[in-house]
Every structure is written in structure tokens, then in C-alpha cells.
């Protein structure tokens, strides 16, 4: 399958802003559900509201674009209504984390078979810049214009907390490992996360001092340290700024019953 | 399994989920709030199949976000609910509105606002049905009387949501919810399934044109469907800055239910061609039907659809009168619609009967308030 068998040519230009990390995770998305060769019309792709839940509707298969925070509950729903069907969500850190944070501990907890996709870029990147559950302490945003007050959610070690079947983070600096992370989270039974803290130069970076791109990936990359040496940091790792490192890598792989197995829900006549 | 045809006395709620297991639910959930909670109870012991789920979410918004996601996938979808819950559940509603999503929401009314009075009856939300979510959109909503109209009105709203992909509603309340009474499930009874899109089959949901309400695409049959709640071309296109494809999405999915009015609306009069008409639905009319039945100068209509509004039985019914008494529980919600109809059909004189607390309206206040208008 070529990349535009996948993605909608006819949906072109995208709304990503250039530099955006949406990009990169699409084409990472791309590679590993093309590897895999899984089919296409099998899969539906839900997407809440905000840059990174948008991705859906460039997929060349159903998508469900719904309200903001609730992608998970919809895609649950969906879910056990087609047991057959393949369930994949995109969603942000505001989306996810903020607004649909009850769904999403709680979808982990269930472990309904489904792949959670979050693109999480510190930011409101749509509505143009504001403060979100994983912006860094002290980081600048239009909410937070004398730097954040709050600390940060560690997105991943929730999911792992709240019982998900499989756990990763990487940044868009990693592309290799996260592409891989991808593939495992499809062919997971259960539900599987994979977080991927992404750039947002215009509205992130620009108001910290690294409008490039490249500042953001750089920064990625020399704040990336993997899980398995980040273990004694636990305490601080959640926070970008203070610990100056974000912890990346699979952090949970266990095959707990998912839910619609636990109920028996084969098929809908 | 459905129950079989026969008599039964059962409560409201329970005559409620056996309705819906008639007309084809196959996913229900739900999150416990009183006075709806049987439904749920009554659901969850009887979706057991392996096509069929009971689900119990983490709150109202994920119950009525995963009906709206299980619809996609094909299925009849429903969740039940009261008043903090139901408006919980408000901007999905409105997006099922825009998605044109088939989905029933039952809401067991109950004193509000807020808390209030999660254990009495109330009629408190009949607008809130209509105007709950943001935007402009169109509903079709129930609203029954006795056990048995929990049952066929239940059936009622899964046909009509189907039909014109509608969110409907059954607005029961406490009162209705919690009676025992005698409930007679027949041989037949009429189901009216989707209209899906790339099948073709002789049933009622086909005798509306495909303009006004497209076949449904089932999500995993190939049909790269794309849903969103943004204003939407009809090739799913998102097009937010273009008035013209908003205005003509948000007028159709307005007139495929103001249109259809007349397959809609239900009702039932007592008494027709009195001079004094009272004019009421749910629990509300328990009080009316009594002194209709005993009293010939007093008629009795009974709304069984209150959304989309009734115009034309009002109006029927407010030409051949000199005057009518609404009674509600509430402080007037439908009075201001049902008195703009009646006055312009001529009706001299339009009062309402508004009793809140949790009680319906008893046969002597009705009579009491119709002795003080000059009625008897």
C-alpha cells in the first residue's frame, strides 16, 4: 500500500502547520500498520477534537471525528458494537489528558481492545498556545504568561498506573523505536498506548525559545532518557523542565484479559 | 431474549427494557443515577448474548459517547439516565444531532434543578430536550403515561431514531418510571430498522426520501465513512467556513423532523368537542384523564410526542374550544407553545395548571382549577 492508498490525497493541503511533529507520527503510523499488512477497511480510526485527533479524517478508511476529550468513550462503544473491527485513537494531551482524562484512566483500566495514539506536544496548538496538563513547569504559554505554575502529568506512567495492556513513550526524534512501538501496540490484544511527545514550534516552541523545529528535536533528543536507566529519577522524570529529561521507552508489555473477552462478545448480527 | 407476547405487571422502568429489547437494542450503557437505575439493572441481566453488550461507564458522557460510537458500528444503541446525568450528556447530544446518529436516550425525570429531587417526579427537562445542546437542531422525544406506554413508546423511539437518524428520547419520570401496572406485549409489533447504506429492502425506513435522510454507512464495511460534528459537506468534507454547506445541513437535519410532523406526532383525545379541553402528557395527565372520564364537559389531550411539537392537533383541538388548561410538572415549558398554537386557532382563553414538588396534579386540583376558570 502506498502512502496515499493510506492517507486521503483528496484531504490535501492538511491543516498541520509546517514543522508540525503531526507528520512525522503519520508517516511512523504508515509504515507500521503498511509492515504489518493490515487491512484497512477493517480498522476505523477515532479522533476527538485538536490538531493530532484531526489525523483520522486524512485516513482512507472510517473515521469518527468526536467531540473533544471523548474519543475513548466513542471508541469503546464502537468497539464492542464491531468486535471484529480493528479500533485506533488519535488524540492530544488536552484531549486525553485534560478534558477526557476520566475516559482515558478508566479505558485503561477496562482494557478494551484498542490502540491510543497521543501525540502530546505540551500545548494547545489549535486554539493557539494555551497551558495543557503536560506543559513543563515554568514554560511559557498565553495562559502562563509568567511561566506555568503547575506541574506536568506523566501521561504514560497513568496508563501504566491505570492498567493498560501495553505502555510506550517516545519522542518524534525516535522515529525507528517508535514505528516499532506502533507495530507492537497494533498486534496488542487489549488496550495498548503509545505516547509520543511531538514538537509544536509555532505555538510551543516560538514562546520558549525554540521556534525551530530542529531546537525541539535537538531538545528531544538530548532530554531522551531510556526507561530502563530513568528508573531512579521516578520521582522528578514527569517534569520536562526540572528533571531535563523526558523518560522514553516501552514502559509496561503484559497480557491482561481485554474486556471483550472478559464479557464474550464475539459479533454483531 | 425477547419476552414472550402475553400479560404482564411489571414497573415503568422494567416495562421500559423489555420495550427495548422488542424493538432490537443489542448496546445499552449506563451509569446509575436514580430514578432511572432499573432500566440499567433490567438491562444488564438481560444483555447477555454474544452480539449483545451492557456496559457500565464512568459517567453519563462516556455512556451516551460509546452509544453514539456503538451505533457506528451498526447497532440499535441506548442509555438511561435523569436530570444531572442528562445534561451531562448535552453536547453529545448535539453531536448525534449533527452526525445524525440513531440513538435513544431515556431520561426517568426528577425534581430539579441541580440535585434536587432525585426520588419525586418532575417535568423539569421537557425544554432542555429540545434546546439542551448548542446550535440548531431538531429532537423527537416521548413522553408516556401508564406502564404500557413505557413499553410502546420505548419501541416507538428506537423506530423513529432509526428512521429519520435522530437522537430520541423517552422523557418518562419518576412517577411513570416506579408505577406497577398491567403491560400486554402483542404479537406483532412494528420495528422499523436503519436504512443502511448499499442495502435495499422494503421497510418504512425507506418511504423517506434518501435527500432528506441519507442511508447510514456502517463503519467496517468499506464505505470509508468520515463522521465529525463539524459542519460537513455531503461527501463528509469538513467545511466550517463555507455558510451555504451550513446552512443547508443544519436546515435539513432541522426539516427532516419538523417536516415530518404528521408521522411523528401521537396523541390521544378524550371527550373531543368540549368545550374545555385540558391539554397535558406523562404524569401529568393522570390527575386530567380522571376528571375527563367522570365529567362530559371536560376533554382531555393527551400528548404522546411532545417533540416535535404538536401543532396541529393543538390546533385541532383549541378550534373547537372556548378554552384549555395545560397542566405540566413544571412551571410551564410546553404551556408557552401549546398557548401560542391554541390562540392563534382561536381559543379564547388559555391557563395552565403548573404543579412541581414531585406530585402529579390530583383529579381534585384539576377540578378545582377548572371550577375557578368558570369550566364546571
Known amino acids: ?269 | 431474549m425477547r419476552a414472550r407476547p402475553g400479560e404482564y405487571f411489571l414497573q415503568g422502568n422494567e416495562a421500559c427494557v423489555e420495550g427495548a429489547i422488542v424493538a432490537g437494542v443489542r448496546f445499552f450503557a449506563g451509569y446509575p443515577i436514580t430514578p432511572s437505575t432499573e432500566i440499567a439493572e433490567g438491562l444488564a441481566r438481560r444483555l447477555t448474548g454474544t452480539d449483545e453488550v451492557f456496559l457500565q461507564m464512568e459517567d453519563e458522557i462516556a455512556c451516551i459517547s460509546a452509544v453514539i460510537g456503538a451505533s457506528w458500528g451498526g447497532v440499535k444503541s441506548m442509555t438511561a439516565t435523569s436530570g444531572p446525568g442528562f445534561s451531562l450528556m448535552q453536547e453529545a447530544i448535539g453531536y448525534a444531532a449533527m452526525s445524525e446518529t440513531p440513538v435513544v436516550i431515556v431520561n426517568v425525570m426528577r425534581g430539579g434543578p441541580s440535585t434536587g429531587q432525585p426520588t419525586r417526579a418532575s417535568q423539569g427537562d421537557v425544554m432542555q430536550t429540545k434546546w439542551g445542546s448548542h446550535g440548531d437542531y431538531q429532537v423527537i422525544a416521548f413522553a408516556p403515561a401508564s406502564v404500557q406506554e413505557m413499553f410502546d413508546l420505548t419501541v416507538e423511539a428506537f423506530n423513529y431514531a432509526e428512521k429519520y437518524r435522530v437522537p430520541a428520547f423517552l422523557l418518562s419520570d419518576a412517577e411513570v418510571g416506579h408505577m406497577r401496572g398491567p403491560l400486554t406485549i402483542p404479537d406483532k409489533i412494528r420495528i422499523v430498522n436503519r436504512k443502511e447504506k448499499g442495502i435495499k429492502r422494503s421497510d418504512e425506513a425507506y418511504d423517506i426520501s434518501d435527500e432528506l435522510v441519507h442511508p447510514f454507512p456502517v463503519f467496517g464495511k468499506g464505505h470509508k465513512t468520515m463522521i465529525t460534528g463539524m459542519t460537513h459537506a455531503e461527501d463528509s468534507r469538513i467545511e466550517p467556513e463555507d455558510p451555504k454547506i451550513h446552512q443547508e445541513l443544519v436546515k435539513r437535519l432541522s426539516q427532516k423532523v419538523l417536516m415530518n410532523r404528521k408521522d411523528i406526532n401521537k396523541w390521544e383525545v378524550m371527550c373531543p368537542g368540549s368545550k374545555t379541553m385540558v391539554v397535558s402528557y406523562g404524569a401529568a395527565s393522570l390527575g386530567a384523564m380522571e376528571v375527563a372520564s367522570q365529567d362530559d364537559r371536560i376533554g382531555l389531550l393527551r400528548l404522546k410526542t411532545i417533540w416535535p411539537f404538536p401543532e396541529e392537533p393543538v390546533a385541532e383541538i383549541a378550534s373547537h374550544c372556548d378554552r384549555m388548561l395545560v397542566c405540566e410538572m413544571n412551571l410551564g415549558q410546553l404551556y408557552g407553545d401549546i398557548k401560542r398554537v391554541a390562540l392563534e386557532a382561536g381559543c379564547r382563553k388559555v391557563e395552565l395548571l403548573s404543579k412541581i414538588g414531585g406530585d402529579p396534579p390530583t383529579p381534585s386540583e384539576v377540578r378545582h382549577k377548572l371550577h375557578e376558570m368558570g369550566a364546571i
Open chain 1, 1 to 269: 500500500m502506498e502512502l496515499f492508498d493510506f492517507y486521503r490525497k483528496d484531504r490535501w493541503p492538511h491543516v498541520f502547520c509546517p514543522g508540525c511533529g503531526n507528520g512525522t507520527v503519520m508517516n511512523c503510523f504508515y509504515r507500521a500498520f503498511n509492515d504489518l499488512g493490515l487491512p484497512l477497511d477493517r480498522t476505523a480510526f477515532v479522533g476527538g477534537i485538536g490538531c493530532s485527533s484531526r489525523i483520522p479524517l486524512y485516513i482512507n478508511s472510517d473515521a469518527l471525528h468526536t467531540t473533544h476529550g471523548r474519543a475513548i468513550a466513542f471508541a469503546t462503544g464502537l468497539k464492542l458494537a464491531s468486535p471484529e473491527l480493528k479500533v485506533v485513537v488519535f488524540t492530544g494531551d488536552g484531549d486525553l489528558g485534560a478534558i477526557g482524562g476520566n475516559h482515558f484512566i478508566n479505558g485503561c483500566r477496562r482494557n478494551l481492545d484498542m490502540t491510543v495514539i497521543c501525540i502530546n506536544n505540551n500545548i494547545y496548538g489549535m486554539t493557539g498556545g494555551q497551558a495543557s496538563i503536560t506543559t513543563p513547569h515554568d514554560f511559557l504559554s498565553t495562559t502562563t504568561p509568567s511561566g506555568n505554575k503547575e506541574y506536568p502529568f506523566d501521561l504514560a506512567e497513568i496508563a501504566v498506573a491505570a492498567g493498560a495492556n501495553y505502555v510506550a513513550r517516545w519522542t518524534t526524534r525516535q522515529v525507528h523505536e517508535l514505528t516499532k512501538s506502533i507495530k507492537t501496540a497494533l498486534q496488542k490484544k487489549g488496550f495498548a498506548f503509545v505516547e509520543i511527545v511531538s514538537q509544536c514550534p509555532i505555538n510551543f516552541g516560538r514562546r520558549n525559545k525554540m521556534p525551530d523545529p530542529t531546537q525541539l528535536l535537538d531538545w528531544f533528543k538530548e532530554s531522551s532518557v531510556r526507561r530502563d536507566k530513568a528508573r531512579t529519577a521516578a520521582v522528578d522524570h514527569v517534569d520536562l523542565n526540572l528533571a531535563g529529561q523526558i523518560t522514553v521507552g516501552e514502559f509496561v508489555d503484559r497480557n491482561r484479559e481485554s474486556y471483550e473477552e472478559l464479557i464474550g462478545v464475539v459479533k454483531h448480527g
